[in-house]
Every structure is written in structure tokens, then in C-alpha cells.
């Protein structure tokens, strides 16, 4: 059986050049196998946590959840990876997985390889296993007090990946404001593009990156507490 999971983020531009001290952190944004949508893996309360960050086909909902109150529910910001815990000894999370292509949860690990692969295996009833790769696409993600964003991390634009690899996925330099003396003039106002491509504050959301920080995402912060 074939683990066929959907989540996801593609970042413009992608992440290349990752370094050895990074291959035992799960965190980041990586792309599922089929390439259909991405996955933000952050650490939320001490487990490990994913949540669609990015869809390839915008406004899917949850309908094959047997829940019949979430069968509407957008799939762009819903947890996938649940309450991951660290197994000792080892590059390995276990915990559950969500897999919105039939509705069900599984047992389930995520196991880092190298610096820029993630494998997740999923089981039903300890046996009838499968799993897949996904492929990283941003660096991992630092704690921060709130369990935020990184200030400076990159952020999705939800456009595929450019040639020419750029982090930031956007080309816009921050706005300005303010004159600096009474004789100067007025600078020019930014242009709009620029003003939507500022970054936002750790645990905020922009235009470019509506899901930010997972951590605080309903679902994973009421789990937590």
C-alpha cells in the first residue's frame, strides 16, 4: 500500500546548498512526493508538527474526512503530521499522520536523510505499511520563544520554482518612509509589489505566506494545550 499523503509548500526559487549540521532537523518546508502541495514541519510544545503551507491547485477542502463537520474545511493550513515525539538514539519521529486522500490517520514516522530528504512511513494496525520522500525546499526552522517563524526564513509565493534559485522568492525591497530633513523632499511612495512583499513579524502572516508560524495554527495550539 502506497502512503500517498497531501501536504505540502513549494518555495519560488527553492533551498539549495544545505549543510551536514542540518540533516537531523525535520523542520522546514518540503515538497511531497507527487509534488501536488507542501508541508511546513515546525517544533511545536517539544513534538514535531506539518501543515499544508502550500497547495499547487488552490481552495482545496477536507472532504473525505468522516467528519462530517470538517468535510469543508480548507486543507491549506490543516495539520498533517500530529504530536510527533522524538525516538531516542535515533533521527526518527513517530507519531500520526493525517492523509486527506482518504480521511484516515495512521501510525506513522518521519525519519531525516542526508540534509535534504525526509522519509514518512505510515502503517494501519501495525501492519499494511507504506510510505514516500519528500524533497526540502526551505531551511529549518529556529525556536523562538513563541515557537514563531524565523524573521528572516523564506517565504512561499505559491508559484512554482523559478530557473535561477533565490531564497526569498521575491524580488521586493522593503518600503520607505519618513523624509530626512525639513528642506529634503518626500521620497517616491513604494511601489505596491514592495509593500506586499515585506516580511512579516515572527508568528505573522502576509500575502505571500498566509499560513506563517503552524505553531499557532487552531488546531496544533489547542492539541498543545
Known sequence: MRLALYTGLILAGGYTCLTPALAADPTGDWRVADAVANIRVAQCNGSMWGAVSWEKQPG?????????????????????????????????????????????????????????????????????????????????????????????????????????????????GPTTGGTTGASAPAPAPAPAAQKTATTAKPGQKNAADPVGDICLLPEIAGFAH
Not at 115 to 121: A, F, G, R, V, W
Request: hydrophobic residues 30%; contains cysteine; charged residues 20%.
Open 60 to 172: 482545496g477542502r477536507d472532504e473525505y474526512n468522516p467528519d462530517a463537520s470538517k468535510k469543508t474545511r480548507p486543507t491549506l493550513g490543516m495539520a498533517t503530521l500530529i504530536d510527533m515525539k522524538k525516538k531516542p538514539g535515533v533521527d526518527q519521529w513517530e507519531g500520526q499522520v493525517y492523509n486527506a486522500k482518504d480521511g484516515q490517520l495512521y501510525s506513522a514516522t518521519i525519519t531525516t536523510v542526508g540534509t535534504d530528504q525526509l522519509e514518512i512511513k505510515g502503517c494501519v494496525m501495525g501492519f499494511l505499511c507504506g510510505g514516500e520522500t519528500w524533497t526540502r525546499v526551505a531551511p529549518p526552522i529556529p525556536l523562538s520563544t513563541a515557537n514563531a517563524m524565523a524573521k528572516g526564513a523564506p517565504k512561499p509565493t505559491g508559484a512554482a520554482p523559478k530557473a535561477q534559485g533565490n531564497n526569498g522568492g521575491t524580488t521586493g
